[in-house]
């Protein structure tokens, strides 16, 4: 079971990480990257616990939105 369900945009992206993070109760920092994200993973990880929460990513309802909009676009064309 997750620690919690966290929005992308409650966390922060760190350059240093190249990951978009979230404080853990443990003093530490919930991790998930923009890559992980890209090929639909939706649990960040500490690296030094053993929580975990879900990401609800609106990266993932953008991705969905803008594939849509280039399949109208394609269906308008051959109309």
């Known amino acids: 079971m997750s620690y919690d369900d966290v ?3 409650d966390m922060e992206w ?3 990480l190249q990951a978009y993070t979230y404080p853990c109760p443990c003093g530490d920092l919930f991790q998930i990257t923009r890559e992980e ?3 639909g993973e939706e649990i960040a990880r500490c690296p ?3 929580l975990y929460y879900t990401s609800l990513s609106f990266i993932m309802q953008r991705i969905f939105k803008n594939k849509c ?3 109208r676009r ?3 064309v051959f109309l």
């Open 69 to 71: 909009q280039r399949f």
């Open 14 to 16: 760190n350059d240093e």
């Open 37 to 39: 994200l890209r090929i």
């Open 74 to 76: 394609i269906l308008l």
């Open 48 to 50: 030094s616990c053993s």
């Open 7 to 9: 929005e992308i945009e």
